[in-house]
């Protein structure tokens, strides 16, 4: 073996245990965090841009009282083989990823051979030879212990690296089971006489919904979103088929999360967000958009079909259905800070293309067809404390009947005018959310819309329509992660305008009052039995109460 090799072998255990020294905790931190992918890893260490120094003083982060002070001198100063951030920081409490530790290392090796071929072997005294010797023996458990759990992370990553999906796409699934029923004396309807309503008939049902999330990444700061969708939750409305009644007769008792395509798997979602700027968000909606999937609606407990309230008006504001299924642009300004403001626009389209964003057949199309325009600004002065005002102006084209809730709140409220008659409206929200320490959350919204007939017969007539709602959420009762939830209010009803003097409905004011249990079974299944209950379905008090029984079960992978 050759003097060179031979001095090569001595100092590498020093220069492996000085890196070791510097930077054990957060190694030790890294590698008990989830593996990624290389390409992610690469993506990570290019964001971060590193200078090398020359002294451990132009680090600003770092003081001589800190525990590793003087092995990052020598490291800096005998070696200059460690480098800081641009901004003359060296971040000693950051995670360390394996890449960053094999170029730390790769360094110092290349500055040892540069040291030994240039023979200025004074630089590396026999005395530090001697105390990095005794330093390596000291650690030689825990340097072992490192080069174990190195060695797994490097399985692990070449394991999954050969099995994954894609290095851009990650699949993102939810499973529905549901097993509803509905209770009650009478099928709910409009008029004022209780004698003519068929009965309500209870029947147990046992459905499903799976939905496959695609979410594609191409620069780190942006996502593209592709949703299958398949599912056979028939609506609790029900139908009169052959004089033969099913289900409630409302809106009202809908669940959350219903949809029936039996089965059948389509492509029911795709978008693309990102960053135009680090204070600007866009999200470009082909098919599918949501407003309550694009901006804060204020019920963080309650708002997703899946995993949150059991009914449909329960998750959240109606106002955040307008545009429901649509296509176009949202805007975000400021999304992280404490002020941010919301812009939208999206055109409606129908999952059979009958009418929509993608019809150019007249009154369709992206302009010239159902629209809405939408505003929301949020202020979140604390974590504890968020509120938001919002707007949206929708115009109905007349392709269908109109729906001004999307199928939430009374027949009447949805469409106050006839079908096929073309209508405007203006919403107006407000929404806010309270943190009463870390169990304990209070979410409520109230809305205002006015309609106008800009066609049909009738033309010129106006209606005035209010909502209101409040959720209570008790967190990890009964153990963590459970939520125990109650959420009452109004639906939407017809209060006022000149159409209550062609059409006296909505005269009484129907209550609605969920309870629910969300037990956690495990990180990816949830549990979740409630109960709902109508009081005066379609704001008509002739009608008798109905209840929903519901057991939902969760499961996300």
């Known amino acids: 073996m050759t003097k060179r090799f031979w001095n090569l072998f001595k100092v590498s255990p020093v220069i492996v245990a000085a890196t070791f020294f510097v930077a054990n905790s957060a190694l030790a931190a890294e590698v008990n965090e989830q593996v990624t992918n290389a390409a992610q890893l690469y993506e990570a260490q290019d964001s971060n841009d590193m200078s090398q120094v020359t002294s451990v003083s132009q680090f600003s982060d770092v ?10 001198q020598s490291l800096v100063e005998r070696y200059g083989c460690i480098a800081g951030y641009p901004n003359s920081t060296y971040r000693g409490n950051r995670a360390l990823t394996r890449y960053e530790f094999a170029a730390g290392l790769n360094a110092c090796l290349d500055r040892v051979n540069e040291l030994i071929a240039t023979a200025t072997a004074d630089l590396v005294s026999k005395q530090d030879l001697a105390t990095l010797q005794r330093l390596q023996e000291e ?54 006489n209780p004698n003519n309503n068929p009965d309500l008939n209870s029947n147990t049902v046992f459905s499903d919904r799976v939905r496959l999330n695609l979410y594609s990444s191409f620069t780190g700061k942006d996502q593209l979103q592709i949703r299958l969708n398949a599912g056979n939750i028939v609506s609790n409305v029900g139908s009169v088929v052959g004089g033969v009644a099913s289900g409630t007769g409302t809106n009202m008792a809908r669940l959350g999360y219903d949809g029936d395509n039996n ?17 600007v968000r866009v999200k470009i909606d082909a ?39 649509g296509a176009g642009l949202t805007v975000t300004f400021n999304p992280n800070e404490a002020i941010s403001l919301t812009g939208a626009y999206l055109a409606p389209s129908t999952g059979n293309g009958v009418f929509g964003a993608n019809n150019p057949g007249l009154s369709n199309g992206l302009f010239d067809g159902d629209n809405t325009i939408f505003g929301q600004l949020t202020f979140k002065p604390t974590k504890a404390f968020n509120i938001g005002l919002t707007y949206a102006r929708s115009y109905f084209a007349g392709n269908a009947a109109n729906s001004l809730f999307q199928g939430t709140g009374s027949t009447f409220a949805n469409n106050p005018f006839g079908a096929g008659a073309r209508t405007e409206s203006n919403n107006y929200g407000v929404e806010a959310t309270f943190l009463l320490g870390s169990k304990l959350a209070i979410s409520g919204w109230g809305g205002y819309t006015t309609a106008d007939a800009r066609s049909g017969v009738n033309v010129g007539r106006d209606a005035d329509l209010w909502y209101w709602a409040g959720s209570l959420a008790l967190k990890d009762f009964g153990g963590e992660g459970n ?20 059409n006296n409905l909505d005269t009484d004011t129907s209550y609605h009052l969920e309870g629910l249990y969300k037990f956690k079974v ?13 009081f005066n379905p379609e704001h008509n008090d002739a009608n008798d109460t109905i209840y929903v029984g519901t057991l939902r079960t969760t499961f996300t992978f």
Request: cysteine-free; hydrophobic content about 35%.
């Open 63 to 72: 003081q001589p009282t800190d525990w590793a002070f003087q092995a990052l």
């Open 139 to 192: 650690y030689s458990a825990e340097l072992a212990t490192l080069r174990g759990r190195v060695d797994g992370l490097e399985a692990r990553t070449s394991e999954l690296e050969a099995n994954q999906f894609s290095t851009t796409t990650k699949l993102v699934g939810e499973a529905i089971f549901n097993v509803s029923d509905v209770f009650g004396g009478n099928r709910a309807d409009t008029d004022a």
């Open 263 to 279: 089965n059948s798997v389509v492509i029911d979602k795709i978008n693309y967000a990102f960053n135009f700027t680090d204070a």
């Open 287 to 325: 098919s599918g958009g949501e407003l309550y999937e694009n901006v804060n609606t204020f019920n963080p407990d309650f708002a997703s079909s899946g995993r949150g309230a059991l009914s449909r008006y329960g998750r959240f504001s109606p106002i955040y259905r307008q545009g429901q299924n």
């Open 483 to 502: 939520v125990l939830g109650v959420i009452f209010g109004q639906p939407p009803k017809v209060t006022g305008g000149s159409i209550r003097t062609v």
């Open 522 to 534: 495990s990180d990816n299944i949830q549990v979740t039995p409630g109960l709902l209950v109508i």
